[in-house]
């Protein structure tokens, strides 16, 4: 331990936080010192001058001198003082002058009561204002419909425009002017271009950038109800805090987790949550008779009824990837495992079944967020990541620092030192290295790409973990300047951290088996390669962990032997099927039963709807894609029926003779009996206390003690104090009293620290700066290599065989791509009007030279024929795409759920030919 | 559009440099050295000569206050208001131009043939006050000298 002097008392401080910079250091030893500029993610630049404090040079300096302690290293024995009166001083005039053009504006700016500058303010003691200029005010821009802009807040920290620039990558945002009228936005109106721009919501320390989706339907922090939870747009589960009041969520801001998403979210993750409060909303159960409309009935009814179809026939049930591991179990149970069927398209299940595989064998272990950025030599092969896995972005944009910032430390620049180490890295990369099927917004970190069909880029992969072990199955007749390019990434990632990125996203398991062979390889050699899976859902990985058909197998199911319900939970077949798979069920089946939360194409043509909770309604575990199992939990309680679809499959039990009571009356019960029937799922229940857990024999409450309008807030129709919603599944209440202090992470929906009104409070729940939280929770990790991670004499590797053939162009047909967009291919986002505004629209696309040899032009209107599915959409012209290859988005609103790549046919569409798909 | 003299000097400053986007500011006093001042339609087309986007250009023109983005006069006089020269006469000079020109500091004369702009320091504070007019430095200067030198700028 190191001991470093604070006002003359001694602090011991970790051996491992020498080095590091004074500001967080103190921060972690609980200290107050204003900051501004300085953020853990990206470090100190020494701009905004708040955080001075004295250093003296030994103890017999009584006069010491004000340093900035976001810049200065911390040193055993060192000598420094917060509370010295000239750093007191020092202090509060920086913050005078950085609010000398404050507007002031506190209880009209969204920020109020969780501003950082408010709370810096106030610990400056900075209480008086004595400027009596004119202040300088700006003009706003429109920056979209997800992000509000108010220029006039801004205390020019810079913080925004290096998130923007440095972290994420956007180039469409910076800082424009000089002097008092340093402006940060854009050079003119218009939508933000990065997927993670509502990040700066909560980057900004000031009001500047504001959640403008909040805005209708705004409310102060104290006043909502949060609790912990989980993203449930994509397959990286990245940790949320949705907010909710009078019954709507009200927004989405990220959960801290040291190992999965840090400090950011992205912006399907967080604008996506509006389908939550949608009007078409299903929140109550509604029964088709005699083929009239579905009409709503009670919740009794509805449980007698799907108890009297499974009494009276055969069953068989469909579960979802976006559905909880508690759901899809449920419904496993009340239908019988084999009667249970994976609600997700084949392909999509083979890919994921074989990352899990992979996984399971071993000896590459796959990579949490955290672990990517530090990795520092990256070969991804196949994926669009800003589209299918967008938090990766920023890990992967941190892993190409890692080689440059090495060579820095030998400048001896401390690893804080972010403008610093930027000058002296300039534009210097690490070992980036990706085989793509056309251009990707990540191209500009990328050291050499290749662009070719996904068989081809499979054989890529198969080369290069030929090439590292020719023990590994070598390619036959590779061009030679792909062999070269193969020996080039074989040769850069025989390095300390090599990381291999794979995925669903061109719908390929030989690009799955590659991306085994090689980081297998690599481990062989010595080199500890970790692998990195994108999954379409935020619980493909769950799902696919338990035992369940393929869907295709639930169609000829269906079509072949008599059965007569079919009960689909969670999940839109018309999404998972061709149009025929679709038709035949919907023809065959006597008994379609649906449980979902929004009216979708199967609900449609459903005999019994019951109203599913979503995230924010319900509680329940996702696995992620590295296969990590993290709980959400209920933040309120929902109106009308809507339930967490396990307790619907749980009455349903009851109903039909199966159960004599209910097997899972709450969450304790599904989870113990989820663990104790499929063993891999054994350490889920420990990944939260029991519902019975109890601080100091409080629960924990759900609101803050400052929520307002306890006893009034329905004054407008009763004059009595509504009772808490009852909550027998968590140790959380539905109410402002329980426990007062700090919860265990698990528990923490809310950051809030004395004096730390905004979201900076998180410094205060870690056990040091930017590391864990305090009784850390960061989900259970499901999969490991089988026997850990053996030595490289130890290992005996068998690899992956079923090395693809050359990608052959037809002369007739086309080999049609699927094409993900992060605004568009997610069903539940797309019923957020921001989210939806932003949506790809549906288009079909080829290269140049396929586009003139079909003579057609962009816009034009093409026809396609692919399995059952005609479509019609405009042409766009994309470069990049391979010869003989055209995409198509994947999961737009009406869209089939065609099992991509295939090989489809087009030609330009006839006139009067309508847009849109039909089937053939 | 720029024109094709613009382009080829400004690919003449990008063979400088390793990579592309350091040539921005020369490239914007290029644009200014034909045109005078740099318009919206400039910074994206220097944007695009150089790959980098209209923001990144217009985060370089905007820091630069002699990179005029809004359109100025003919003749753009830089008034000197640093120390030396406000010690030496700045303010009486100034309000001399301003009734002579008709113009307050940052406007253009009606007639398009003035600019007037403060700068602080030309460098010159061995001859306060200073003024500078295009690329002429003018010392020592009293009201008195003000017509003569401004009737040299037609
Ligand atoms: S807009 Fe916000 S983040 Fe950006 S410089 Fe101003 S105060 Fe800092
Ligand atoms: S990256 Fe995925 S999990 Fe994370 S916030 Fe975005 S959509 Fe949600
Ligand atoms: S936080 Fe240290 S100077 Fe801004």
Known sequence: MAVLYVDNQPHEIRPHEVGKNLLKVCLGLGFNIPYFCWHPAFQSVGACRQCAIKLFKDEHDTKGKIVMSCMVSAKDGMRISIDDPEAIEFRARVIEWLMLNHPHDCPVCDEGGECHLQDMTVMTGHTYRRNRFAKRSFRNQDMGPLVAHEMNRCIQCYRCARFYRHSAGGRDFGVMGWHDRVFFGRFEDGVLQSEFAGNLVEVCPTGVFTDKTQARHFTRKWDLQTAPSVCVHCGLGCNTIPGERYGSLRRIRNRYNHRVNGYFLCDRGRYGYEFVNSPHRIRQPLLRENQAALRPISAQAAITHLGNLLHSGRAIGIGSPRAS??????????????????????????????????????????????????????????????????????????????????????????????????????????????????????????????????????????????????????????????????????????????????GYNCGSESIVRASANVAWALRKKGFAAHLAYTVPECNSMGTALMDGGEIDDAVQAIASNGIDTLIVAESNLYRQLSLSGFDTILRRIKHLVVL?????????????????????????????????????????????????????????????????????????????????????????????????????????????????????????????????????????????????????????????????????????????????????????????PSGGQPSAEALNIEYLGLVPPAFQRRAEEWLVIPAYHIFGSDELSMHSPGIAELAAKPYLQLNQADADSLGATPGQLMTMTVESAVCTFPLKVGPGLPDGVVAIPFGLPGLPGVALPAWGKIRPAQPGEPTGVRQA | MLSEEERKEIEAECALYEHRRPATSEALKIVQRHRGWVSDEAVKDVAEILGASADEVESVATFYTLIFRQKVGRHVILICDSVSCYIMGYETLKEHLGRVLGIELGQTTSDGRFTLLPNACLGVCEQAPAMMIDEDVHGHLTPEKIPDILSRYA
């Not at chain 1, 265990?744 to 930017?770: C, M, T, V």
């Open chain 1, 325 to 502: 591991l508690e759901t899809n179990y449920a419904l496993a149970k009340l239908v019988g495992a084999e009667n249970f069927y994976h609600g997700m398209p084949t392909k999509h299940l083979r890919i994921v079944r074989a990352m899990l595989d992979v996984l399971k064998r071993g000896p590459a272990p796959s990579a949490s967020l955290h672990d990517m950025e530090k990795c520092n030599t990256i070969f991804m092969m196949g994926e669009d990541i800003h589209n299918v896995g967008p938090l990766m972005v920023l890990s992967l944009r941190q892993a190409v620092l890692q080689k440059p910032i090495a060579e820095a430390a030998k400048l001896h620049i401390s690893d804080f030192e972010d403008a610093v180490i930027r000058e002296a890295i300039q534009q210097e990369k690490g070992p980036f290295f990706t085989g793509v099927p056309g251009f990707t917004k990540l191209d500009d970190q990328v050291t050499q790409a290749y662009r070719g069909a996904p068989h081809d880029i499979a054989r890529l992969g198969f080369a290069v973990a030929h090439m590292i072990d020719p023990a590994a199955p070598a390619v036959e007749d590779l061009p030679v300047e792909r062999v070269q390019f193969a020996q080039r990434i074989a040769k850069a990632l025989q390095d300390k951290k090599p990381l291999i990125v794979a």
């Open chain 1, 596 to 784: 979902d939360c929004l009216p979708n194409e199967t609900t449609a043509w459903a005999e019994l709807v019951l109203p599913a909770a979503t995230f924010a309604e319900g509680s329940g575990t996702l696995v992620n894609n590295e296969c990590r199992a993290q709980r959400f939990y209920q933040v309120f309680s929902p109106a009308g029926d809507v339930r967490e679809s396990w307790k619907w499959l749980s009455a349903a039990m009851v109903a039909s003779g199966r159960a004599q009571s209910e097997p899972w009356p709450d969450l304790d019960a599904v989870l113990a009996a989820l663990a104790r029937d499929i063993p891999v799922f054994a350490k889920v229940p420990g990944i939260t206390p029991p519902s019975s857990f109890r601080l100091m024999g409080m629960p924990v409450p759900r609101e803050s003690h400052r929520f307002s309008g306890r006893t009034a807030i329905d004054a407008d129709q009763t004059i009595h104090e509504r009772p808490p919603e009852p909550d027998a599944d968590t140790p959380l209440r539905h109410s402002m009293e329980g426990y007062p202090l700090q919860p265990p992470a698990s528990l923490l929906g809310r950051y809030w620290a004395p004096g730390w009104n905004s979201d900076h409070a998180l410094n205060k729940f870690q056990q040091e700066i930017d590391g864990p939280l305090r009784e850390d929770a960061p989900g259970v990790r499901l999969v490991e």
